[in-house]
């Protein structure tokens, strides 16, 4: 029986993203929740997808550029 992981942990130059399988049961689907600090805040970005293949395609295939771009333009939030 192979092991099932349910998080990552994307090193950045300067942040750590935690990528975390989830289900989302508002909209009763599955889920990936992005979590990171920004400026003394935790931030956690919750994405649905239509099925748990999508949802897994992208936890596994998700990269730092992408991690980057993710903090970024939720920085721009902040000015």
């Known amino acids: 029986m192979q092991k099932e992981i349910y998080f990552r942990i994307i090193e950045l130059e300067n942040h750590q993203v935690l990528l975390q399988k989830s289900w989302n049961e508002d909209d009763d689907k599955p889920s990936l929740i992005f979590t990171f600090n920004l ?7 919750t ?27 939720t920085s721009k939030l902040f000015d």
């Open 39 to 45: 400026k003394s805040c935790c931030i956690n970005k």
């Open 47 to 73: 994405h649905s997808f239509t099925n748990e293949i999508s949802r897994d395609k992208v936890f596994d295939t998700f990269t730092d550029e992408q991690a980057q771009n993710m903090i970024d333009s």
